[in-house]
């Protein structure tokens, strides 16, 4: 017997063994129920993602200016009351910048720099104002906005109560439907799930646009699912 007709054989043995195996595990009566839940709640807090990218003739040049930007929206940001511990500046990235034509090497333009900064917004009213103050300083791209809710964690345990509660419904609709009673729960199977967090806008920023009212209406959507095997008198 050839090493390829042995494998095939193995890998089927294995596929017909594993089902029986499982259906031993469980040989009593039993209800297999999955709960789930979704809350719609409102946003309050916003995280934004922003960033300077520039071009200058020599790297020190470019590193200086994207500095500047984002050291003055940081001052910035402080004075409007955003505490340091909201603000997360990244390193910078500096790339040099080249003009290719053909039949010619490669002549060096300049050199690009940027760095990106997140930032933690408690208050979702005062999200326009400072944006406008990021572009003010320098700032020339919006990456993303992304909506949150300053009590995701109660919601998120009411998520999985609601989820919890659900298979319990289900179950008990199951069993009476069949003609049968519950005698306990045999396993619970639980993957927590994080909240989906809608992202507003993702744009380079630009002369001119309208956020100041779009940003109210956001919800956040809180997810949880729990699967449940009972035991059948």
């Known amino acids: ?85 909201k603000i997360q500046s990244a390193n910078l990235n500096l790339q040099p910048q080249y003009h290719y034509q053909k039949d010619k090497p490669a002549e060096l333009t300049g050199y690009s720099a940027s760095r990106r900064l997140v930032v933690t917004i408690d208050d979702l009213s005062r999200l326009n104002e400072i944006l406008d103050s990021a572009l003010e300083e320098g700032i020339n791209r919006i990456n993303s906005i992304v909506l949150k809710t300053s009590k995701e964690e109660e919601y998120i345990d009411k998520a999985r109560l609601a989820a919890i509660k659900d298979a319990q419904q289900k179950a008990k609709k199951l069993a009476e439907g069949f003609g049968e009673k519950i005698k306990g729960i045999w396993e619970i199977r ?36 729990v699967e449940v095997i009972y035991r059948l008198k």
Request: proline letters at 4%; a neutral charge.
């Open 1 to 85: 017997m050839n090493k390829t007709l042995l494998a095939a054989l193995v890998s089927s043995s294995l596929i017909f063994i594993s089902p029986l195996a499982q259906a031993a595990e469980l040989s009593f009566p039993h209800l297999e129920t999955m709960g789930s839940s979704q809350l719609e709640v409102a946003a309050d807090m916003a995280e934004i993602n922003v960033e300077v990218t520039v071009k200058e003739k020599t790297a020190k040049a470019a590193k200086d200016t994207s500095d500047q930007a984002v050291a003055k929206f940081i001052a910035r940001l402080k004075q409007a009351g955003i505490s340091r511990d």
């Open 190 to 225: 639980y993957l927590s799930q994080r909240p989906v967090q809608p992202v507003m806008l993702r744009m380079n920023a630009g002369p001119s646009y309208d956020v100041a009212e779009s940003y109210q209406e956001g919800q956040v959507s809180i997810r949880d699912k």
